[in-house]
Every structure is written in structure tokens, then in C-alpha cells.
């Protein structure tokens, strides 16, 4: 009996060869996974199931994880504010390791001694699909056909005429486009020129700014313990939630990036997302935690952030530290409930107002009026002393000094 392998399946060119490739150039059954974390539309199941089929595919397996996607990545990014060197919120690096889980649970049933992806030897990708593979399953062998194959966008289609793969592509292929419910990534074609401005056509999440609402329009968005639970007051679950943030936020052309990052294997990439939901609950979020964290434990979570999204987009999620990091992340949040009032205009997303039952911001130590119940008589001491050390230095060192 021939070797099995489950791989990741998009139902796109490259993968969709790849079924057929690795059936005749390594002697294997190829199983197809295709992982939905959002990015499937209606009929897009049945378009799977033929071209995997067509292509050679023993077994097809579509399996929904939005929910497990939401709850179990989506979430805690969301709890971390997850955004790589500040601006990327994760989008593709998140969807990696729950499809990864799915690939090696699939991967049990069918006694398949491998998983496969259709990553490129340059991207992140392959990093995260691999890394994950052998935290979760060591024992399984990791096949990437695209890495090895040597074969153009060119090639790949002529492959799926000769094979009668029935594939919608074209050799001006113009960009690479990857989505789920936490956003987009696109690049390629135009957009690796640092210096072009991007193009309108492959923005879909969200509307030119000069087509976008007159009238501002405000979304209050509600948390429990760091998690959004609801939108004006209405309770609605997490897939529903980001979905309806995002098309709100979107239509009002907000939630782009345009940069050029850092990729794990050492080349700086440019990369242009849309991001309207993500993006937008972030902010919501971290404007709660504004008035709910103490200031030395939001300070040193903000430092944390960063290195969790290192490790997000570096496709280091099921790890030691990952988990430890994590665990401080959700103590931070027993008291991130509250809402937060977000006000869109043409391009702009902003925080307008929040409240929460156990906000640390009291007004009557913080207002101006005359009966405040801060203790003023206590500055004088208090600023003498955290300034002595400099005082110190001045004098005997310092411009002061003799």
C-alpha cells in the first residue's frame, strides 16, 4: 500500500497540482484538507471536493473551524493586542497552527505518515506549518512539493490543462492573496515595488475613503474579561461579531496597512493588508484596558506584546513560552470588562468613549475642581524625592557642579 499524506489544500493552482505532482513524482496517496477559518464563500465546498478530486485525491476533508479558530487563536491575540512590529495583525499566522491541528488529526485517522503544504522556500508560511507539525506530531514527516518542484505559475497551469484539473488561473497571475476572518494579505505583482502606491482592485474588506459614508456612525463594542461579547448593546457570538465589526468598520475605509516587514527567513517583504475588524477591536480593546490595568502591570504587558507577536509570526505557538506568556496575558484580564465607543468617519476609526464597572479611573481624584480628594499637600515631598538622585548628580557632577 502506498504512503499516505494529508496536505493543506487551498483548492487553488498550486496545491491543486501539487495533489497530482506528488502522486507521480513521490508514489503517494494524497489526502486533501481544506481547513475553513473563514475564507470559504457558499459553493466554494463543492469546488474543493472536484478539483481534489479531478487532481487525484484519494479523500477530500473540509472541516469548519471558525469557531476553534475564533475562540482558541483570535481571542488570545486579541486579549495580547497582537500586532507584529506594530502594525500587522497576524492575519495568515494565526490561521496557521489551528489548520496544522486539523492537518494532524486528519493525519491519525488515515494512518497517513506525512502532512504537506503548498509553501514557497521564501515565505513564513512554511516555518509556521512545519514548526507546528513537529510540536504537535514528531513522528510525522513534513512534504513541501512546492519548494522542490522548480515549476513557474506558467508551468503549474499547463500541468492542470494536460491533467484536466479544472482550474480558473491565468499566467499574469497579479496578486497573492491569503484571507480569513481576522483579514487579508496581499501581495506580489505592483506591490513589490516599495515605491508604487497600491491599487484599488484588490482591496474587498474595505471601501475607497472617498466612497465611504458621509454621515460618521459610532459602534459600541462590549468586552467580558478581554473578549468582545457584543455590538450596541446586542450580545452575538465571536464569528458573528468580528464578521459585523469588520463590515461596519469597512464600509467607512478604514482597517489598510501598507509596509514593509521583516520576514522570518531574513528578506524584508512589502506587504499590504486589509484588516477593518481586527484592527478595530484591537484598538477598542486596548482603550479598555486603558482605565481597568494597573499602570506598572499594563506597562509590562505592553512589553510582552511584543514578543507574543514575535512569536505568533514566527509560527511559535505551540510552545513553552508561548503558553507561559499567554497564561500572564489572561491574568491581566479579569477586570478588561466594560465598552468601548468607537466613532467612524471617512478613513478614521477612534475611541470616543469607555466604561467599565471596575475602571481604576476616578474622577475625584482625577478632576480639576476645587473639592478633589487628592492630597495636594503631599506633592512637594513626593517630587523633591523622585527628583533627589538627578538633583545629586547636578550638583556634584552635572551642569550644577562647580
Not at 513541501?144 to 515549476?151: F, I, K, T
Not at 474579561?225 to 463590515?247: A, D, F, H, K
Request: contains cysteine; charged residues 25%.
Amino acid at each position: 500500500m502506498a504512503k499516505r499524506v494529508v496536505l493543506a489544500y487551498s483548492g487553488g493552482l498550486d496545491t491543486s497540482v501539487a495533489v497530482r505532482w506528488m502522486r507521480e513524482e513521490w508514489g503517494v496517496e494524497v489526502i486533501a484538507c481544506a481547513v475553513d477559518v473563514g475564507q470559504l464563500a457558499a459553493g466554494d465546498e463543492d469546488m474543493i471536493r472536484e478539483r481534489a478530486a479531478a487532481a487525484g485525491a484519494v479523500e477530500t476533508e473540509i472541516i469548519d473551524a471558525r469557531e476553534q479558530f475564533a475562540r482558541e487563536f483570535l481571542v488570545p491575540a486579541l486579549r495580547a493586542n497582537a500586532l507584529y512590529e506594530g502594525k500587522y495583525p497576524l492575519v495568515s499566522a494565526l490561521s496557521r497552527p489551528v489548520i496544522v491541528e486539523h492537518l494532524v488529526a486528519s493525519a491519525r485517522r488515515h494512518g497517513a505518515h506525512a502532512v504537506g503544504h503548498g509553501c514557497t522556500g521564501k515565505g513564513n508560511d512554511q516555518v509556521r506549518f512545519e514548526v507546528s507539525t513537529r510540536v504537535l506530531a514528531p513522528d510525522l514527516d513534513v512534504m513541501a512539493p512546492v519548494r522542490v518542484w522548480g515549476l513557474s505559475r506558467a508551468d503549474c497551469i499547463e500541468l492542470a490543462d494536460k491533467w484536466e484539473i479544472p482550474i480558473s488561473a491565468s499566467k499574469e497571475k497579479l496578486y497573492s492573496i491569503d484571507e480569513n476572518m481576522w483579514g487579508r494579505a496581499i501581495e506580489c505583482g505592483i506591490l513589490e515595488n516599495p515605491w508604487s502606491a497600491a491599487p484599488e482592485d484588490p482591496y474587498t474588506l474595505t471601501r475607497a475613503t472617498k466612497d465611504a459614508p458621509a454621515e460618521p456612525t459610532e459602534l459600541v463594542v462590549g468586552f467580558e474579561q478581554g473578549i468582545p461579547v457584543s455590538v450596541n448593546g446586542v450580545t452575538m457570538g465571536l464569528v458573528e461579531l468580528i464578521e459585523t465589526v469588520g463590515r461596519t468598520v469597512g464600509e467607512y475605509g478604514w482597517g489598510r496597512i501598507d509596509m514593509v516587514e521583516n520576514r522570518r527567513v531574513g528578506i524584508k517583504s512589502r506587504e499590504v493588508y486589509e484588516c477593518p475588524s481586527s484592527l478595530a477591536l484591537i484598538l477598542a480593546h486596548k482603550d479598555l484596558e486603558g482605565i481597568t490595568l494597573e499602570r506598572d502591570l499594563a506597562r509590562e504587558k505592553q512589553r510582552i506584546e511584543i514578543r507574543i507577536a514575535e512569536l505568533i509570526y514566527d509560527g511559535m505557538w505551540h510552545t513553552p513560552l508561548m503558553r507561559a506568556l499567554g497564561a500572564f496575558v489572561d491574568t491581566t484580564q479579569e477586570h478588561v470588562t466594560g465598552e468601548v465607543r468607537l466613532r467612524l468617519e471617512r478613513g478614521r476609526c477612534d475611541a470616543a468613549g469607555r466604561r467599565a464597572p471596575r475602571s481604576l479611573y476616578d474622577h475625584d481624584l482625577a478632576t480639576y475642581n476645587a473639592d478633589d480628594s487628592f492630597r495636594h499637600q503631599d506633592s512637594e515631598g513626593f517630587v523633591r524625592l523622585w527628583g533627589l538622585s538627578a538633583e545629586t548628580w547636578s550638583r556634584r557632577q552635572g551642569p550644577g557642579s562647580a
